[in-house]
């Protein structure tokens, strides 16, 4: 499906609102029905239609197929946070004495979610080096029901062979899942490569402005209708139609934002790779990826995401040169307009922190919508204080 139709046509009605050309913000929690038979029916199938706004919203409708034509995929569930978009589905899917392989070091909440929450239903996760394929294999027994990945992981940048993990997972009946948010499904299509399900903090790219929280989960409506049936009306966590409305004015400018940060990134990290002050640069696209190729395959592009260490590294040095910043905001979050910056040491206490450690010493920048020439007079000007 055309891209430009998608952000711009398609699921809206325009003759149903007044032919306006934004779609209105349809602010009810309830719907009526004119006849015991139509009511009977929508309350024996909500996923069918409009019943309560904890299930279905002709807003969220529009922004679910917007979101299901992105991906490929048939269908869409929205979600009123990107780490429930990946916890619903997860509770859906799995049960007592189920096992699950995942990716190490995934998204701090998915972690949480695995190591500390699902234990408490029986459910168990190995968590194992996604870049080599063998560990899948390995990690895999009669009771996995669930491989979960993260590709490219948002802090180191490594990636996983969606073709190869799909095929595996297929050939013993176990579904498959990623957090796709790194690239959105501008720059990578997970369901072509026979992933099931498709996670995306929407917070970042897709609503891009750094005003709204929120999630969606795509893949076959089979699957989708069974976790919407269960765990997500039960779970509660629906996107609120104003929201919704956000993401849809954020989707408009989609892939022009995305253009405009992927071309900006490459200049700042074009300055930073050179830069006598810097130790490295990590990126999926970079020459020292030792998976490179894998990535060029998978991906089209980077969009504005990664990691720099500094020479010789101390902690001291890591938090002036954040300290120094002027506009690359420190703050969490990324896809939004705004340039910013997370040093991995403020995840960590200053007794912990070790400076041979090497995810601590990481700085993960994001390139926001600025102009390039800002950035890095505002780069050069920290690094010159080190
Ligand atoms: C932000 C993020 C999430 C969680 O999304 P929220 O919208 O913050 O709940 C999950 N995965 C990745 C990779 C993220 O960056």
Redesign the pocket.
């Given at each position: 499906m055309d891209l430009s139709y998608i952000l711009n046509e398609l699921g809206e009605d325009r003759e149903q609102y007044f032919n306006a050309i934004a779609p209105p913000i349809v602010q009810t929690s309830n719907f009526k029905f004119n006849t015991v038979e139509d009511f009977r029916a929508a309350l024996a199938d909500e996923y069918k239609g409009n019943l309560y706004s904890r299930g279905f919203n002709p807003t969220i409708d529009i922004l679910r197929k917007k979101l299901a034509a992105l991906d490929g995929a048939e269908d869409a569930l929205v979600f009123s946070?990107?780490?429930a978009a990946?916890t619903v589905p997860v509770l859906a899917l799995l049960k007592q004495g189920d096992e699950v392989v995942c990716v190490e070091n995934p998204?701090s909440?998915?972690i949480k979610l695995f190591k500390d929450f699902l234990p408490k239903f029986g459910i168990s996760t190995t968590f194992i080096d996604g870049t080599d394929l063998d560990q899948f294999k390995k990690a895999i027994t009669n009771k996995t029901k669930l491989i979960y990945l993260?590709s490219p992981n948002?802090f180191s940048f490594d990636v996983q062979d969606l073709a190869a993990v799909a095929a595996l997972a297929k050939a013993k009946g176990i579904l498959t899942m990623i957090?796709n948010?790194?690239c959105s499904p501008l720059y990578q299509q997970p369901i072509a490569y026979g992933i099931d399900l498709v996670a995306q903090?929407?917070?970042?790219y897709l609503a891009g402005h750094s005003d709204v929280?929120?999630?969606v989960v795509t893949g076959k409506k089979e699957l989708l209708e069974k976790i919407f049936n269960k765990e997500y009306l039960n779970i509660g966590a629906a996107l609120a139609p104003q929201n919704a409305w956000l993401l849809l004015r954020g989707l408009r400018t989609l892939e022009i934002r995305l253009e405009r940060i992927s071309e900006t990134a490459d200049q700042v990290i074009a300055y930073l790779s050179k830069h006598p002050k810097i130790e490295q640069v990590l990126h999926p696209f970079n020459a020292n990826n030792k998976d490179l190729a894998l990535a060029r395959k998978q991906m089209k592009k980077c969009g504005g995401l990664f990691s720099i260490t500094l020479k010789n590294s101390t902690l001291e040095k890591i938090e002036l040169f954040c300290n120094s910043l002027n506009h690359i905001l420190m703050a969490v979050?990324?896809g939004g307009h705004e340039s910013l910056v997370i040093p991995a040491c403020a995840g960590i206490s200053k007794a912990d922190f070790d400076p041979q450690h090497k995810r601590h010493v990481l700085i993960r920048i994001y390139v926001g919508l600025e102009n390039a020439d800002y950035l890095i007079a505002d780069l050069e000007q920290a690094l010159g204080k080190l």
């Open positions: 946070s990107g780490i990946i998204y909440w998915t993260e948002t957090d948010s790194y903090s929407a917070t970042k929280v929120a999630g979050s990324w």
